[in-house]
């Protein structure tokens, strides 16, 4: 049994700063693609980040430069690094963690990101 847990999320000011977290609870032999996605109220869910097992990433374009997707392996966690944040970004952003087994795919509760002055 796998499980995400989710923290860092609050409410900030337009140009403020937050950092995500993602803590893997539970065993899974290799963490292949660790990401981050977001949905927004009314909108569809998107990818925000993914960070692969060798270390590759990649971001929406809404994010690049801002965002930073970082991993701890032997802490089997991930993390978002969100800069220069603004009111778009609000959304509930959740963790998503895929292995080598099609099976092996879980997704966090989500965690919520306000920004708002």
């Known amino acids: 049994q796998v499980q995400l847990v989710e923290s860092g999320g609050g409410l900030v000011q337009p140009g403020g700063s937050l950092r995500l977290s993602c803590a893997v609870i539970?065993?899974?032999?290799?963490?292949?693609?660790m990401a981050w996605n977001r949905q927004a109220p009314g909108k569809q869910r998107e990818l925000v980040a993914h960070?692969?097992?060798?270390?590759?990433?990649n971001y929406a374009d809404s994010v690049k430069g801002r965002f930073t997707i970082s991993k701890d392996i032997a802490k089997k966690t991930v993390y978002l690094q969100m800069n220069s944040l603004e009111p778009e970004d609000t959304a509930v952003y959740y963790c998503?963690?895929?292995?080598?087994?099609?099976?092996?795919?879980?997704w966090g509760q989500g965690t919520q990101v306000t920004v708002s002055s």
């Open positions: 998503h963690i895929r292995g080598d087994y099609i099976w092996e795919d879980y």
């Open positions: 539970g065993s899974i032999d290799n963490l292949y693609i």
């Open positions: 960070i692969t097992n060798r270390g590759t990433t």
